[in-house]
Each structure stands twice: as structure tokens, then as C-alpha cells.
């Protein structure tokens, strides 16, 4: 059975840092393409960032420069490290796994497990 649990989210003021983690069991994150993804209130479900297998790495325009995603095989954890938050990070953040890699960025129907999202707050 597979589960990705995030872990990690929390309430900062605009400027601050906060790093997500997503552990993973029964899900080879090294073999898998690993994504976050948000969601506001009354938006749509965005990607982030995610990482291949390969190890390489995709991020959001929005985020470029400020968010980074890496990978603990031994720990079966992706994180995301988000620095120089802003008020317009605020959402709900999931973990998501899509079997084999991504290209640039898969939509959020082209993966299969989901975490059950964690909370990011940011003030102004």
C-alpha cells in the first residue's frame, strides 16, 4: 500500500523559511517521479516543483529561485525548502507520485498518489 505523508507546513511571516517533507512507504521514490503541488482557496492545483528519478529538477516560474526540491533515498523523504516566502505561497501543499519520470511538468491527473496535503501560511 502506498503513502506519502507530508509533514512540515505551518504559519510564517512573508520573508521566512519553512522546509515540507513527504515521507514515502510502499513507494520507491529513486525509481519515481515525486512532485508538490498547491492549492488556494478558489484556485486550481498548481505544480511547484518535482524530481526525477534521475535526479533532475523542475520548478515553477513562481518559485524559481526560491524553492528547492531534493531527495533522501535512505530516508524514502522528498523535501521542499521554500525561502523568501510571500503572503501569495499561502495554500495547502501536497506530495504527489507518478510512476516512472515527469516531463517538465506533469498536470496533477497524471499522478497516482497523493498525500493528504499540509498547511502553509504566510503573512504579510
Known amino acids: 500500500q502506498v503513502q506519502l505523508v507530508e509533514s512540515g507546513g505551518g504559519s510564517v511571516q512573508a520573508g521566512g523559511s519553512l522546509r515540507l517533507s513527504c515521507a514515502a512507504s510502499?513507494?520507491?521514490?529513486?525509481?519515481?517521479?515525486v512532485a508538490w503541488f498547491r492549492q488556494a482557496p478558489g484556485k486550481e492545483r498548481e505544480g511547484v516543483a518535482r524530481?526525477?528519478?534521475?535526479?533532475?529538477?523542475y520548478s515553477a516560474a513562481s518559485v524559481k529561485g526560491r524553492f528547492t526540491i531534493s531527495r533522501d533515498n535512505a530516508k524514502k523523504t522528498v523535501y521542499l525548502q521554500m525561502n523568501s516566502l510571500k503572503p501569495e505561497d499561502t495554500a495547502i501543499y501536497y506530495c504527489?507520485?507518478?510512476?516512472?519520470?515527469?516531463?517538465?511538468?506533469?498536470?496533477?491527473?497524471?499522478?497516482?498518489?497523493w498525500g493528504q496535503g499540509t498547511q502553509v501560511t504566510v503573512s504579510s
Open positions: 504527489a507520485g507518478r510512476d516512472g519520470s515527469c516531463v517538465n511538468f506533469n498536470p496533477p491527473g497524471d499522478f497516482g498518489y
Open positions: 510502499g513507494y520507491s521514490i529513486s525509481r519515481n517521479c
Open positions: 524530481i526525477n528519478p534521475s535526479s533532475s529538477t
